[in-house]
């Protein structure tokens, strides 16, 4: 008898329905930016792919990659995020965790009604007020605007509420209807600490989804699959290399005795023409070409397009015009990535 995996009602079609959720990273799974991010004062910086964090008091905080060791509670969900107020800080201004939509992924819902849902639980020394975090789906009418770096035009909230966190994960849903004018939209949970925090002053959150109709279904990727979900992720950001020496960056030609260009092309289409984000030190970079290797420190951008770049250096090489070589890295601190957030 055949079976069709792909109708409506097929419990194996809810669990990895690729599109259902229009949040990408709700699992948490993708971290390339590394899965420990150190927030300093008023910064607001990526964490989790997808997932930026707004810091705006005088405080350290960290958001980092954890396991949620739950399977009663979770659906089989791996990872989470741990949005943490750093032990003996004294900062008690609101912070906000957000993941943000393009406006290509925004207008497809205005005028439907939706359901947001996601797993959220505290730590031991939570400090808000009757362990509240607040949840918010926000919109505006602009087109790819960043509301943590800047604002919405014509932004306004859709649904907002305060929910109370225990120690056990617990499953949180909000119904709304997006304005038929909302052309993006974002997401974000808020906390505002008090005291002096300790050692476990942090909420978790995993399992975010926000998809069409009125009941919130079985958690699903948006891409499906792990690896789809990195492809998603990968249209904002793309780390190249990282975290290792011997790491191909690709294939250069020396324009000259002193210039290296190195061609390198995306997994997937990027959102924009990115900007390039490396690291640089002495000695980080490679580049072997007739049996001899070139050190170097760092890289440089000189084209982009949506789909590859064009990286070079043009003064810390010494070799022969018209030779090509393999361009690596030398040290396990260099890294290559390529940015094209909102």
Do not use: H
Request: hydrophobic content about 40%; proline content about 3%.
């Amino acid at each position: 008898m055949a079976i069709n995996l792909f109708s409506g009602g097929n419990t194996i079609n809810s669990l990895q329905a690729a599109g259902k959720n229009a949040i990408i990273n709700g699992g948490m799974d993708i971290w390339q930016r590394g899965t420990s991010i150190a927030a300093s004062a008023s910064t607001t910086p990526y964490t989790a792919d997808r997932w930026q964090l707004k810091n705006n008091a005088s405080q350290a905080m960290t958001v980092s990659r954890q396991a949620t060791s739950d399977t009663t509670n979770l659906p089989n969900i791996q990872y989470c995020a741990r949005i943490q107020r750093d032990s003996g800080q004294t900062g008690t201004t609101v912070y906000y965790f957000a993941n943000q939509f393009e406006s290509v992924n925004s207008i497809p819902l205005a005028g439907k009604p939706v359901t947001f849902s996601f797993y959220a639980r505290k730590g031991a020394n939570f400090s808000p007020t009757s362990s509240l975090i607040g949840v918010t789906l926000y919109g505006g009418t602009g087109t790819d605007q960043n509301i943590i770096t800047g604002a919405y035009t014509g932004g306004a909230v859709i649904a907002t509420q305060d929910l109370a966190l225990t120690t056990t994960w617990q499953r949180f849903t909000i119904t709304a209807t997006v304005p038929t004018t909302v052309t993006e939209l974002s997401v974000f949970f808020a906390a505002t600490p008090t005291g002096t925090a300790s050692t476990n002053d942090y909420f978790e959150v995993t399992g975010v989804q926000l998809e069409l109709g009125t009941t919130a279904t079985t958690f699903s990727r948006a891409g499906g699959s792990v690896p789809g979900e990195l492809s998603l992720c990968q249209r904002y950001y793309n780390t190249m290399v990282s975290g290792a020496t011997n790491l191909m960056v690709g294939i250069g030609s020396f324009y000259s005795s002193s210039q290296l260009y190195v061609g390198v092309f995306f997994p997937v289409s990027m959102r924009i023409a990115p900007s390039l984000v490396a690291t640089s030190g002495t000695d980080y970079y490679a580049a072997d070409r007739n049996a001899g290797t070139d050190l170097f420190n760092s890289f440089s951008i000189a084209y982009a397009t949506n789909e590859t770049a064009l990286i070079y250096n043009l003064s810390e090489i010494s070799s022969v015009a018209g030779q090509a070589g393999a361009a690596r890295t030398n040290n396990a601190s260099a890294s290559i990535a390529f940015n094209a957030e909102i």
